[in-house]
């Protein structure tokens, strides 16, 4: 019989003994691959529904926005010669009640009588859209979201004012195919109007904020490449952001490719964790076979043998723990199905992705080979005497140099398809090179703390010297509790002081330096009467306003922007038109970094301040040229200088602000903010929307608490995936504790026989564990808080505060874990009978 023949049956034979030892191992495998493969299914679901659905998540084959002003009418003649072509206006207003006691901020979409190209939009009650939003009665109709009804007080027939326009209220809008084409986020419930009808409004004003799209239907096989080819060449200087069908929602694509990065790494991360607790179940497997594992090397068994028979055991194992796992992760998201089409703004098309399940099983097995290879290693090289007193006398050594090859070998498999998976390479890159720090922190910080234990000399209180002694003793569990217990609660103190600093800094800071109100598409004849009507009102006060137009970079040093970016992580910068300005005077709440800010009777060749966010997108500074299209035309600019601002005042300030002399002449409207007291807003809305109807309002309130709301949901989402961490720490310490348990019962009855009362071997026991959680909880608070300090000092570059209470609060969860862990299984232990352990060991 062949050696592997040999050691396939011996494996079978040792495995028919059942799982017992094995529970940890295959709950942190489960729980590790369940999360890839659930996440990586989500996103594959979601993915697929972006393509099989893209023409209606699109609204057309192919679509052409830009602001400011419809198409032309050749552009719109030569479209509509291409396809069927349907015309929409975006843009935000205020929606006020009849009376105009109540107002709201809304998304106001205007459609024509050809929109939807594709999908369908659905009502509440059912009807016809067109025939819901025609004029009857004198009255032009109106769709809304649910929300807005609550917000102003209304119900359907009632009247709902727009601008210099009254609508009807005909329905609730329930579904609206395109919604997502141009992101998820939003400032307001959503209202729609026949595109006829926006004249009325007033809102259609020089220099207004207003988004034109044309959406075209091509004729069935159509290469659009091609036509998007030829459109490029008929009008090179339209100025339009050209999308196709097959990138319908870039917005939500992107935040689907980093959620699943950010989701995939969390749960590679509690696969690590887990993996500890892997390694944890292979030593104690092995430590309770020394005696198997002797006679078989005193039987002439060579370590090839030894090393086979339980690397396969271990390779049953991993594939029934990676099986559940796949199982649950597939399962998982076809339950949360339903949950996910109303949370996501897109269709889902979730189910079983091969894909997937794939990546999750090769997560899986590598991460089980990594953290077996060692003990198995040793197990093959330790002396057939050495076994026999392994427990009490450790024989210690390194495995031979191919199994640590082989170690390193699958380390590096792991990194690299974390990191060649990932869509963000820098990121992943990133999170493995920290992985490895932190491993090789907590590994050093465990050894120090036995160390330290061992230093600490012989205490006069027996239950002190006991607890020190089993903290540095051989087979102790103070590397894995440190290890993985403190990754767990690593993540929630990171968390919890960002969060905490976040909230200090949106609570304390903004409210006190912020303005109440933003004043938006402020025509230039409406400019002063606003100002002096605003000021003159009683408890405003900071009055502030700057020109306001929209561009987008079109080229940097003479190359086309997309082709100069060197920085992706500032890639916003292309994402759509920016907000411009210019100004003589620098900027309240700015500083220079790079260059000087130029003289106020400055008149020369065009002159641009950028921030140093657009520096650092391009990688350039005073002296680089920039193409900016402002309505149509590309203004070709000079960097004069590079400004650091704080946009989290909320104070006005852009990112490009041109020199005096070149935009004044632009079509253009104003922006401005004021300060009021909380009771004078009510009237301060009222006042404005009454003369300027036209005039968009943003309660920076209103707009602080729709980003909390979604900072919420986020951090929420956060604290989820740091449970998990720590549920696989947990996990870790639970197989800890019952590795330990054929000692402590040992130690529990040699106690009991020398006089000790159960109360006494109780208090020395849970001592241990109350020294290891207060230890681990210290040095994961050390490592969280340099975490936390470094985002929000490098990463958000805001002001840092030390929080003690997240760190107060996460030692006593760390004590409280490692106390009821040890409790539990010192109470298993104190109840074992005595004479049964004495006469059999």
């Known amino acids: ?49 972006l393509q099989a659905d893209g023409r209606a998540i699109l609204g057309g084959d192919v679509a052409l926005r830009q602001i400011y002003a419809p198409p032309t009418d050749e552009q719109r003649s030569w479209l509509e010669q291409a396809g069927r072509l349907s015309q929409s206006v975006d843009m935000r207003a205020m929606a006020r009640s009849a009376d105009d006691q109540r107002s709201t901020l809304v998304e106001l979409k205007a459609v024509d009588g050809v929109y939807p190209l594709y999908g369908s939009v659905a009502l ?22 649910d929300g807005l009804l609550d917000r102003l007080g209304l119900k359907t027939g009632d009247t709902l004012r727009l601008g210099e326009g009254e609508f009807a209220v005909r329905g ?10 141009n992101g998820a986020f939003s400032l307001g419930p959503r209202v729609m109007i026949g595109l006829p009808s926006l004249e009325g409004t007033g809102l259609l004003q020089p220099g207004s904020i207003v988004y034109w799209t044309a959406k075209l239907a091509l004729p069935p096989g159509t290469d659009v490449a091609a036509w998007q080819k030829a459109l490029a060449a008929r009008f090179p200087d339209a100025g339009w952001r050209v999308r196709d069908f097959t990138n319908a929602s870039p917005q939500i694509e992107r935040f689907i490719d980093r959620m699943t990065l950010f989701l995939t790494l969390v749960g590679l991360t509690a696969l690590l964790v887990g993996g500890v607790g892997v390694g944890n179940a292979v030593r104690s497997h092995l430590d309770s076979r020394a005696r198997t594992i002797a006679t078989l090397k005193c039987l002439g068994a060579p370590g090839d043998l030894v090393f086979q028979v339980y690397l396969l055991q271990i390779l049953a194992l991993s594939g029934l723990g990676i099986l559940l796992g796949l199982l649950l992760g597939a399962v998982a998201p076809l339950g949360l199905g339903s949950l996910l089409d109303q949370v996501l703004p897109v269709p889902t ?21 990594t953290f077996s290879l060692w003990p198995l290693g040793r197990a093959r090289e330790v002396p057939a005497a050495a076994q026999f007193r392994d427990v009490v006398a450790p024989a210690g050594g390194r495995p031979r140099a ?59 209180r027996p239950g002190m010297r006991l607890a020190l002694a089993n903290l540095h003793r051989p087979g102790n569990p103070t590397g894995a509790v440190v290890l993985s217990l403190g990754l767990g609660l690593t993540v929630l103190v990171a968390i919890a002081l960002i969060e905490g600093n976040f909230s200090r800094r949106v609570n304390e800071t903004i409210p006190k330096d912020a303005p109440s109100f933003f004043f938006v598409d402020i025509q230039p004849d409406q400019f002063e009467p606003l100002k002096q009507m605003v000021s003159a009102l ?24 997309e082709k100069a970016l060197v920085n992706p ?48 997108a391009f990688g350039i500074g005073p002296g680089a040229t920039m193409g900016i299209n402002v309505l149509g035309r590309t203004i070709e600019a000079t960097v004069g200088n590079v400004r650091a601002a704080d946009f989290s005042t909320l104070a006005i300030n852009f990112a490009l602000v041109f020199a005096p002399g070149t935009l004044e002449r632009a079509p253009q409207t104003w922006i401005a903010t004021v300060r009021s007291t909380p009771a004078a807003e009510p009237e301060v809305q009222r006042s404005v929307l009454q003369r300027f109807p036209n005039v968009t309002l943003v309660r920076v309130k209103d707009a602080l608490d729709t980003v909390g709301t979604m900072l919420g949901h986020i951090g929420t989402a956060v604290r989820i995936t740091a449970g998990i961490t720590l549920a696989a720490g947990t996990l870790v310490l639970a197989g800890a504790v019952a590795a330990g348990h054929r000692r402590r019962v040992y130690d ?32 994961a608070g050390v490592i969280g808080t340099i975490t936390a300090w470094a985002v929000m000092t490098f990463l958000m570059r805001w002001e840092w505060t030390f929080l003690p209470s997240a760190v107060l609060t996460t030692a006593l969860l760390s004590t409280a874990i490692t106390l009821a862990f040890g409790f539990l299984g010192t109470w298993r232990a104190l109840g074992q009978p005595s004479a049964p352990l004495l006469r059999n060991d």
């Open 1 to 49: 019989m062949t050696n592997l023949a040999l050691a396939f049956r011996l494996a079978r034979r040792e495995l028919r003994g059942g799982l017992k030892g094995f529970r940890i191992f295959l709950a942190c495998l489960t729980l590790g691959v369940a999360a890839i493969a659930a996440v990586n299914s989500v996103s594959g679901g979601v993915l697929s529904g």
């Open 538 to 561: 009683p408890g405003t006060s900071g009055f502030e306003a700057v020109p306001s137009l929209r561009g987008r970079i079109e080229t940097v040093n003479g190359q086309p922007a």
């Open 349 to 369: 098309r979730i189910g079983v992705y091969p894909g997937a399940l794939v990546l999750a099983a090769l997560y899986g097995l590598l991460t089980a080979l």
């Open 402 to 460: 191919v199994y640590l090859a082989a170690m390193a070998l699958t380390v590096a498999a792991l990194a690299g398809l974390a990191v060649a998976t990932a869509h963000n390479k820098m990121f992943a890159g990133w999170f493995v090179g920290g992985s490895i720090a932190t491993f090789i922190a907590f590994r050093v910080a465990a050894w120090l703390v036995v160390r330290g234990a061992a230093a600490a000399g012989r205490p006069r």
């Open 124 to 145: 509440a009650p059912e009807g016809d859209l067109h025939t819901a939003l025609a004029n009857r009665d004198g009255r032009w109709g109106a769709l809304v979201e």
């Open 748 to 779: 529990a009855v040699v106690l009991k026989v020398l006089g000790a009362t159960r109360a006494d071997v109780l208090k020395a026991f849970l001592l241990e564990y109350g020294l290891l959680g207060i230890l681990t909880a210290a040095i």
């Open 569 to 616: 992580e500032q890639s916003w910068v292309l994402s759509g038109d920016r907000g411009i300005t210019y100004s003589a005077k620098l900027p309240e709440h700015s500083e220079i970094v790079a260059g000087s800010w130029w003289p106020e009777d400055y008149k020369g060749k065009p002159l641009i301040s950028i921030h140093q966010n657009v520096a650092s």
């Open 172 to 181: 609730v809008l329930t579904r609206e195919p395109d919604r997502a084409s």
